[in-house]
């Protein structure tokens, strides 16, 4: 069974306070009563017994409102004792003298008690005002930078507020480890942990009414019924609570072991407020799992639609004629042969497109997408794409404006040729046939400009915020385009591992123009054209 013992030291220091500010009281009365004593013969009795309330407000403002009571009662005879007549006698010949006694009394109560109020009501301001800037600074820490950095910030302004050689934070997290984490002096921090059986705990104070200010806690001693540990008398101990339940502990070290009541609501609010953040932290785990979750049943079911039709059409078409082209007993024209060859030959490059972008999406989604970049010619590999796309673009027309002193850029040719080629790809599926998609790149002092144009019908305002997102097609009541929708994903994607950016918007006259950036990087001096053919 345990047993808990309250500390005597709050009770000495309490004794040594009052014990001062009476006894400053009684210096107070008795200074002014010397002064009086050797100028009584040049001031009127009545107007020296007013130097007393100097003694009594400074007691006041000094010490409080008892050490204030007690230097009127004390001015009160000792003026009587000492200055009025009948002299060393505590009775008064003259009746209007009790009257003007009793009011200089009832003024200097009334002076003491005003004074000791207001010396109090600024305490308490002050009091206030610090517990409010410790607790947003501790609001603000515990929202500021990672987990393990955000406590120990807090830990740190905990320490230098209140004084103390070391304070310990530790949180006991759902997954059953534990976070611990220090600040202070490595000495006053060795055995700290285990030290916490013998600490003493600051117990929660009575709940009051809504209009009361938060009653503070008090201190008691747990003595464990085994002494295997050595017990620690400058370690204390504030429970970190969630609600009912406890889910870890502040652990302070001090050379005192006094904590005034502002110390102890301000201790117990930062251990609220450390409680609040770990859940804080918990729940936006869950939501961020939650939010992988969701994401990935939508994929999954994008997936899945996609691989019903759009991977199952180009396959059906090449099932229909490779079977076309076995069949013994038909005679096909040779012209009839090479339909059914290029239409495998067409579908089977589809598919290995779409193939390919599920590839590009998942390693740009794991981010596992490393460009392997080297020294490329940007034109050349616009051609090249150009050049691969003629199935796909054979009923537009292709005109590409490009700068033929272009310097080498550092970038992956692969990578890049694929955002030229979705972009092109995307053009053709949403504007007319016979009509222009015009490919231009611009060079600037930092960055490399390639812009593809189509003249379609433009991308509805409300489309504008999901264009580069997987699986997002824009309809806008038209036949429905093929392709899974990942083209844009993609592009971005690929883009802006290259540091680049990628941007959209509609052409005056009708059409869309979509354009992305690469940084541009000091060319080597062997790569430069005049280089070149200078050797």
Known sequence: MRRVYLPRSLLASAWRRWLIGYAAALGAVTAVSLLIGLVLGEINLANASMLYLLAVMASAVGFGRGP?????????????????????????????????????????????????????????????????????????????GKPDQMLESVAERLRRELQLKAVGIELWQPDGHTTWVSAGDAAALAGLREARASARVLQPGPIRSTNDHAAPGRWVRIVQPTRALPVRRDV???????????????????????????????????????GLAQERARLRQ????????????????????AVSHDLRTPLATIMASAGSLRQQDIVWTEEERLGFAQAIEE????????VGNLLDLSRIEGGSLKPQKSWQALDAVIADTVDRLKLVTCSHRVRVVVPHDITPMWFDPVEIGEVIY??????????????????????????????????????????????????????DGRPR?????????????????????????????????????????????ELLPNAKASA
């Open 68 to 144: 204030a009571i007690f230097a009127s009662i004390s001015a009160f005879l000792i003026f009587d004792w000492f200055f009025v007549e009948p002299i060393h006698q505590f009775t008064v010949s003259a009746p209007d003298e009790w009257v003007s006694l009793l009011f200089f009394l009832l003024t200097a109560t009334v002076t003491g008690q005003l004074a000791a109020g207001q010396r109090q009501r600024a305490q308490e301001a002050r009091q206030r005002e610090r517990e409010a800037v410790v607790l947003y600074d501790v609001v603000r820490l515990l929202g500021e």
């Open 236 to 274: 204390h101990l504030v429970p970190v609570r969630l609600s009912d339940k406890r889910v870890g502990a502040l652990l302070l070290v001090g050379d005192s072991d006094e904590f005034d009541a502002s110390d102890d609501r301000l201790l117990s609010a930062a251990a609220a407020q450390i």
């Open 286 to 305: 869950e939501a961020t799992e939650a939010e992988i979750l969701r994401r990935t049943d939508e994929l999954r079911s994008a997936l899945l639609s």
């Open 347 to 354: 579908e089977a490059d589809h598919l290995n497109h779409l």
């Open 422 to 475: 979705n972009l092109i790809e995307n053009a053709t599926k949403y504007s007319p046939p016979e009509t222009e998609i015009l490919l231009t790149a611009t060079i600037s002092q930092r960055e490399a400009r390639v812009m593809v144009e189509d003249r379609g019908p433009g991308i509805p305002t409300e489309a504008m915020p999901h264009l580069f997102d997987p699986f997002y097609r824009v309809i």
């Open 481 to 525: 385009p093929k392709g899974l929708g990942l083209g844009l994903a993609i592009v971005r994607g690929l883009v802006e591992a290259h540091d680049g950016r990628v941007s959209v918007e509609n052409r005056a006259g009708g059409g869309a123009r979509f354009a992305f950036t690469l940084p541009l990087k000091e060319v080597p001096a």
